[in-house]
């Protein structure tokens, strides 16, 4: 029985023998045979009139001898000749299939059934590599890249040249790959540059330090590839993405060793409230920490502000400040400068008349200088305390605004306008300022107060965008008080927390009315220098009046007056 089975044995065992040297013959057969230890350099050879690749001798002149075998060039290429012609197809290299193209190693990026796949020295390949910009492919990560011709730096390679494939393909590879020391986060085979999963990632690595695309725009601040939103201090090993550190700094003022706050992806700008107080931001930097503070404007409120050094630059409130500054006709010094001012509880600077339980003072109107001594205001003469600036003469207010605790009121001939305790029904009054040339609601439940960033309905006309027979509308204050007119975009917080959304509201020019229902308005469009007339027909929403869609926006002929808005349903 061992011997039978040992026989049956060795016959199979033949059997396969014959077999793959069968194969192997047909294998060599079919694919051209070549050894590594056959290559040479590659000598100088020229393309005769026939299209085959003749060696040239010394003097650079081509002979007769067409180029035959395999060879390296300058670039480490393989390259293999049969009687001058570049061989392409197949070709067995020490027992490995390699690919060939008018007779050069395929070694790059080529596209094959819509898609790309990667060969070094002729082979798919699996793993990390390096892509040059002239197309050449180093395996695994490199930084640069010697040839006969000297170094290729990354910097001439390209940005994002370390790539990954799998059997050469690209596109399969999407997430972590790599070996331990050099794992990185691919995009179908290329390094990723840019954010997934909710991170930013730069050349495949989760990004940590400041982003910003163009130099004069506002930098993004990131910790492990999220976003951050607080304070970071800026060190020297901060990383920069996109553009140098320079720039940035040179552009943002970016300075080593300061603490910056962040909100919102940004850097902070304007006013930011922090336990309760008030701080103001430029650039993400906090203002008024250094000397004796800092004065700002704030466009938004139209007002003037202190940012008080003592207590780490915080606004200001309640409180009198003296400053070096421009102070007009009550300066205290031969120059010009040097002057009292006064911010009210809410941080701003007073200007007018201030009525207090002390007494009355008067601020410039311009510079916000206290007046002191004897003064003519709209051709009256007053005299005031040379020293605290207290009102000594009698005043009564007439048609002018007066500040009382943070809060600006009307007065007209001594009597405070938009008040009466006595009747419940009554809600306030509408004022004309022509110094502000700007319509104001002096507010009943605030005890006449001019109102602020409030919506107020009035009975009053309102013309085709009225409720009722021509009257009727609402309308809107801003922050400054003035009625709003024309069109009005608002930033409102969407359904996702810290994601805002541009919503936009129209006011009629005339009768300040708020749009809503379908509405049509003539507008003029301005583009490169030319301008435009168009009725645009929007619908807006019959509860708050924001726009819900533009249902047209056509040329418009017609003698309808720019900015009048009709209301069509």
Known sequence: MKQKILAVFTTVTAALVCSLALTITAFAEEY?????????????????????????????????TPLDGIFENYRYEIEYYQNGVGYTGIAIVDGEEWKFENGTALNGEYEENGGYVTYIDGKPFTGPYTYLDSGFCVPGHVDSYTNKYGTVTEAAVGYNCWR????????????????????????RGCLLDGCADGKFYEKGLVFSGFYSHLNYIAPK?????????????????????????????????FEVGKTYLFINDYPAQGFQEENGC????????????????????????????????????????????????????????????GKWVRYDENGHMIKGWCDTEAGTYYFDPETGAMAKGTATINGKEYTFDKNTGLLTTQKVHDCEWVSVDGKEYWYENGVRQGYDPE??????????????????????????????GKDVYQESWAGSLGDNGGYGKWVRYDENGHMVKGWQSV?????????????????????????????????????????????CISLFDETDGHRVEVISWEPYTGDREVGSAIRLE
């Open 423 to 452: 009747n419940p029904d009554y809600r306030g009054k509408e004022i004309y300022d022509p110094a502000s040339d700007a319509w104001y609601w002096l507010d009943n439940i605030q005890q006449g107060a001019k109102a602020v």
């Open 32 to 64: 051209p045979v070549i050894h590594r230890e056959e290559v040479t350099e590659m000598p100088d050879c020229n393309r005769g009139s026939d299209g085959r690749v003749y060696l040239c001798d010394h003097y650079g002149d081509i002979t007769d």
């Open 278 to 337: 008030k701080y103001w931001y430029e650039n993400g930097l906090r203002q008024g920490t250094e000397g004796r503070g800092k004065e700002i404007y704030d466009p938004a409120s139209d007002a003037w502000y202190w940012l008080d050094a003592v207590d780490n630059g915080k606004v200001a409130t309640s409180k009198d400040v003296y400053q070096e500054s421009y102070a007009g006709a009550y300066a205290d010094r031969p120059d010009g400068t």
């Open 491 to 535: 930033l409102q917080e969407g359904e996702i927390k810290g994601h805002y959304d541009t919503v936009s509201y129209y006011f009629d020019l005339e009768t300040g009315a708020m749009a809503k229902g379908k509405v049509s308005i003539i507008e003029v469009f301005e583009y490169e220098g030319t301008s435009s007339v168009y009725e």
């Open 221 to 253: 601040f990131y910790v492990d590839g999220e976003v951050y939103n607080g304070y970071h201090q800026v060190t020297e090993e901060d990383r920069w993405y996109y553009t140098t550190t320079d720039e940035i700094k040179e552009s943002w003022n």
């Open 164 to 187: 990954y494939a799998e059997n050469g393909s690209q596109s399969s590879v999407n997430g972590w790959y790599g070996p331990e020391d050099y794992r990185r986060f691919y995009d």
